[in-house]
Protein backbone atom coordinates (compact mmCIF):
# COMPACT_ATOMS: atom_id res chain seq x y z
CA UNK A 1 0.00 0.00 0.00
CA UNK A 2 1.71 3.14 -0.83
CA UNK A 3 0.86 6.32 1.83
CA UNK A 4 1.31 9.80 -0.03
CA UNK A 5 2.72 12.45 2.96
CA UNK A 6 -0.02 15.11 2.24
CA UNK A 7 -0.92 17.06 5.57
CA UNK A 8 -0.56 16.65 9.20
CA UNK A 9 -1.26 13.77 11.25
CA UNK A 10 -3.83 14.56 14.37
CA UNK A 11 -1.03 15.18 16.88
CA UNK A 12 0.76 17.41 14.20
CA UNK A 13 -2.16 19.71 13.99
CA UNK A 14 -3.05 19.25 18.34
CA UNK A 15 0.93 20.57 18.70
CA UNK A 16 0.19 23.30 16.16
CA UNK A 17 -2.88 24.48 17.76
CA UNK A 18 -1.45 24.31 21.32
CA UNK A 19 1.53 26.05 20.33
CA UNK A 20 -0.62 28.81 19.02
CA UNK A 21 -2.52 29.20 21.75
CA UNK A 22 0.50 29.27 24.09
CA UNK A 23 1.88 32.21 21.88
CA UNK A 24 -0.81 34.00 22.47
CA UNK A 25 -1.58 33.57 25.89
CA UNK A 26 2.18 34.79 26.65
CA UNK A 27 2.02 37.52 24.10
CA UNK A 28 -1.99 38.90 25.93
CA UNK A 29 0.38 38.28 29.40
CA UNK A 30 2.95 40.43 28.30
CA UNK A 31 0.98 43.39 26.63
CA UNK A 32 -1.55 43.45 30.06
CA UNK A 33 1.26 43.99 31.77
CA UNK A 34 2.98 46.86 29.99
CA UNK A 35 -0.63 48.42 29.57
CA UNK A 36 -0.71 48.40 33.56
CA UNK A 37 2.78 49.83 33.88
CA UNK A 38 1.77 52.96 31.54
CA UNK A 39 -1.53 53.75 33.32
CA UNK A 40 -0.60 53.62 36.92
CA UNK A 41 -1.38 57.42 38.15
CA UNK A 42 0.18 58.86 40.96
CA UNK A 43 -2.12 59.38 44.29
CA UNK A 44 -1.44 62.74 46.05
CA UNK A 45 -1.83 62.12 49.52
CA UNK A 46 -0.46 65.56 50.60
CA UNK A 47 -3.89 67.10 49.81
CA UNK A 48 -5.93 64.44 51.24
CA UNK A 49 -4.18 64.70 54.97
CA UNK A 50 -4.06 68.79 54.87
CA UNK A 51 -8.32 68.29 54.58
CA UNK A 52 -8.53 66.17 58.14
Known amino acids: MNQENEGLTVGE???AVG???LIFL???GISKNQSTKNSITPIDV???V???
Open 26 to 28: IWS
Open 19 to 21: ALL
Open 46 to 48: SSE
Open 13 to 15: LTM
Open 50 to 52: SKG
